[in-house]
Nanobody, 123 residues
Framework: QVQLVESGGGLVQAGGSLRLSCAAS????????MGWFRQAPGKEREFVAA???????YYADSVKGRFTISRDNVKKTVYLQMNSLKTEDAAVYHC?????????????????WGQGTQVTVSS
């Protein structure tokens, strides 16, 4: 049974930092595309960042230069370092795992999803 469990969310002031983690079990982690998506109340789920199995990374324009995605294949964990947080970054952040390495901005490419972790940014 595949499980993705996010942690690290919380309340932070604008300009602050948070590091999200997503621990995976039940899948061949190193072979998978891993992504982070977020969903704010009343909004569609949106792509944040992805890291392919070869380590190449991709970001939404809104977070480029502020967020960093990384992975540790030994620990089967993917991270999202979030710096210079803005109020508009507040959302529930979900990690996801997919077998394909293309169209990685699309949530449909990801087969497995975590329950999410809440990020709240105060002004």
């Amino acid at each position: 049974q595949v499980q993705l469990v996010e942690s690290g969310g919380g309340l932070v002031q604008a300009g602050g930092s948070l590091r999200l983690s997503c621990a995976a079990s039940g899948l061949g982690f190193s072979a998978y595309l891993m992504g982070w998506f977020r969903q704010a109340p009343g909004k569609e789920r949106e792509f944040v960042a992805a890291i392919r199995n070869d380590g190449s990374t991709y970001y939404a324009d809104s977070v480029k230069g502020r967020f960093t995605i990384s992975r540790d294949n030994v620990k089967k964990t993917v991270y999202l370092q979030m710096n210079s947080l803005k109020t508009e970054d507040a959302a529930v952040y979900h990690c996801a795992a997919g077998a394909a390495n293309y169209n990685l901005h699309f949530s449909s490419q990801y087969k497995y999803w975590g329950q999410g972790t809440q990020v709240t940014v105060s002004s």
